[in-house]
């Protein structure tokens, strides 16, 4: 009612939800309680944790990221503010597939076997690639992510899906550790991993291949689940004009926001980054050295790769 006093007449509103004139206005005239006083308290503070997180964050990140904070909240209070105020996350959309696997190549045997935790940090990459559409015409994105910390450790862009970009996403997740690391590698059946030139590059690493079974993305899950959210916390938001713009927007959201602030349920809801970093017993035991991890490795934009 006092939201629409500007449209209406108080006594005609009264009439209509069958409450008395005076009754409402002692209503008015009474001071919020102290829980009302904390609702409106949280709400804006939930509004804030919202907007850090570009609106990916469901409640039940949200209310981890409060509690850290050192905020006392019930998750289901969080739940009911934000169901109440209609603060959302993003949804996700189903994406194209990308997998070419109609090839004679070898293929390796499925190692990972849907292992998808890891002890140590480079034990094991998953990698994968998905698309972007720009008005010039496709972009295409490869990553390699660690199974440990889900850091996306190297990434690349393509006008094409060219073996070469696979290979420099590889050498880039190499060139971020600061040493060599040889991690068992696994990927779908696509005749970018297949190829002899990546099976060599591997090789000359020391690193196992493993792929996914022919048709099943649930063995390659964790990096499925990355593009999803890729692609439901910004791809499907913009429109890019170019493919350096779409490139450049893929750096901020993997090197800046993913890599270092979005949290996750497999890392006790730190970002990768910070998660690392908070485990560096774990870091130097995987044979990585602290200094040669994102924590202190300037990372450089994307560059495309042509067809």
Same mark, same amino acid.
């Given at each position: 009612?006092?939201?629409?006093?500007?449209?209406?007449?108080?006594?005609?509103?009264?009439?209509?939800?069958?409450?008395?004139?005076?009754?409402?206005?002692?209503?008015?005239?009474? #001071?919020?309680?102290?829980?009302?006083?904390?609702?409106?308290?949280?709400?804006?503070?939930? #509004?804030?944790?919202?907007?850090?997180?570009?609106?990916?964050?469901?409640?039940?990140?949200?209310?981890?990221?409060?509690?850290?904070?050192?905020?006392?909240?019930?998750?289901?209070?969080?739940?009911?503010?934000?169901?109440?105020?209609?603060? #959302?996350? #993003?949804?996700?959309?189903?994406?194209?597939?990308?997998?070419?696997?109609?090839?004679?190549? /070898?293929?390796?045997?499925?190692?990972?076997?849907?292992?998808?935790?890891?002890?140590? /940090?480079?034990?094991?990459?998953?990698?994968?690639?998905?698309?972007?559409?720009?008005?010039?015409?496709?972009?295409?994105?490869?990553?390699?992510?660690?199974?440990?910390?889900?850091?996306?450790?190297?990434?690349?862009?393509?006008?094409?899906?060219?073996?070469?970009?696979?290979?420099?996403?590889?050498?880039?997740?190499?060139?971020?550790?600061?040493?060599?690391?040889?991690?068992?590698?696994?990927?779908?059946?696509?005749?970018?991993?297949?190829?002899?030139?990546?099976?060599?590059?591997?090789?000359?690493?020391?690193?196992?291949?493993?792929?996914?079974?022919?048709?099943?993305?649930?063995?390659?899950?964790?990096?499925?689940?990355?593009?999803?959210?890729?692609?439901?916390?910004?791809?499907?938001?913009?429109?890019?004009?170019?493919?350096?713009?779409?490139?450049?927007?893929?750096?901020?959201?993997?090197?800046?926001?993913?890599?270092?602030?979005?949290?996750?349920?497999?890392?006790?809801?730190?970002?990768?980054?910070?998660?690392?970093?908070?485990?560096?017993?774990?870091?130097?035991?995987?044979?990585?050295? /602290?200094?040669?991890?994102?924590?202190?490795?300037?990372?450089?934009?994307?560059?495309?790769?042509?067809?």
């Amino acid at each position: 009612m006092r939201a629409h006093e500007s449209e209406f007449r108080v006594s005609a509103m009264c009439r209509a939800l069958e409450v008395s004139p005076a009754g409402y206005y002692r209503w008015r005239a009474r #001071k919020p309680s102290k829980r009302e006083i904390e609702n409106e308290r949280l709400v804006e503070q939930i #509004k804030a944790a919202h907007a850090a997180s570009r609106a990916v964050y469901g409640s039940p990140k949200i209310y981890r990221g409060l509690r850290r904070e050192g905020h006392r909240v019930n998750h289901k209070r969080v739940e009911r503010l934000m169901r109440e105020h209609g603060i #959302k996350a #993003k949804r996700v959309k189903k994406s194209r597939r990308t997998t070419d696997s109609r090839h004679s190549l /070898p293929v390796a045997e499925n190692v990972l076997a849907r292992q998808f935790r890891a002890e140590h /940090p480079d034990e094991v990459w998953t990698s994968d690639i998905t698309y972007v559409w720009t008005q010039e015409g496709w972009l295409y994105l490869v990553v390699f992510l660690d199974l440990y910390s889900r850091l996306v450790v190297g990434w690349a862009v393509s006008e094409s899906l060219e073996t070469g970009f696979v290979e420099a996403a590889f050498l880039a997740g190499q060139q971020r550790r600061g040493q060599a690391v040889s991690p068992l590698v696994h990927s779908d059946r696509g005749s970018q991993y297949a190829s002899a030139a990546f099976r060599g590059r591997l090789s000359a690493w020391g690193c196992a291949q493993s792929m996914s079974r022919k048709g099943d993305c649930w063995d390659n899950a964790v990096t499925e689940s990355f593009f999803g959210g890729l692609k439901s916390e910004m791809v499907h938001h913009e429109r890019f004009r170019t493919r350096q713009e779409a490139t450049d927007k893929l750096f901020d959201y993997i090197e800046v926001f993913y890599n270092r602030s979005r949290i996750h349920s497999a890392t006790d809801y730190f970002a990768p980054a910070e998660y690392e970093a908070r485990n560096p017993r774990a870091v130097e035991r995987g044979g990585v050295r /602290p200094e040669g991890s994102l924590i202190s490795v300037s990372t450089k934009r994307g560059e495309i790769h042509p067809a």
